[in-house]
């Protein structure tokens, strides 16, 4: 891994002393890393990242992940759901109207087949605070996603929001 060690202190001393969290000393840690370390505990960047990313690829790693992941998306909760809440009082009309056309488009978009599954998902994204999304947007102008159970699955509020640009930038 090549390490961009210009302008860096030399010893952890001397970072100290310029208020640097890092330095370089060009020696090399007990694992054979010449790069970075922190001046506070002279640990090596490399070795800290190796412990990272082999604790992360555990089962426990994975596990914090997805609480810190969740921790965030309820600390956020409200604050979104506030911002949804202003949007549809200061836009009564076009509230109204995305909701009725949000119908229309659904029913238009049902299949028969594939209906299995569809309330029981629903229930499961409000009990788990998620969104039901169509994969397939209902709404593109040049592909018609369907309102079934092949078409649905369930996301975080922002990753659908996200997604649903994404695609419109793709086609
Ligand atoms: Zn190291």
């Known amino acids: 891994m090549e390490v961009q060690v210009d302008g860096y202190p030399k010893s952890a001393k001397e970072a100290r002393e310029q208020g640097a969290k890092q330095y370089f000393s060009g020696k090399p840690c007990p694992a054979g890393h010449v790069g970075l370390r922190y001046a506070s505990t002279q640990s090596c960047l490399q070795c800290l990242r190796q412990h990272q990313d082999k604790f992360l690829s555990t089962e426990v790693?994975?596990?914090?992940?997805?609480?810190?992941?969740?921790?965030?998306?309820?600390?956020?909760?409200?604050a979104r759901h506030e911002n949804v809440r202003r949007w549809r009082k200061s836009n009564p009309e076009r509230a109204r109207w995305l909701a009725g056309s949000t119908k229309r488009l659904r029913k238009r978009a049902t299949t028969k087949y594939g209906q299995k599954g569809v309330k029981e998902l629903y229930e499961m994204a409000r009990k788990l605070g998620l969104s039901v999304d169509h994969i397939v947007p209902l709404n593109h102008p040049r592909v018609c996603g369907l309102h079934n159970i092949y078409n649905l699955q369930l996301l975080p509020l922002e990753e659908n929001m996200k997604k649903r640009n994404h695609f419109e930038e793709e086609y």
């Open 61 to 78: 790693g994975r596990a914090s992940i997805r609480a810190s992941q969740e921790r965030y998306y309820h600390a956020n909760k409200e």
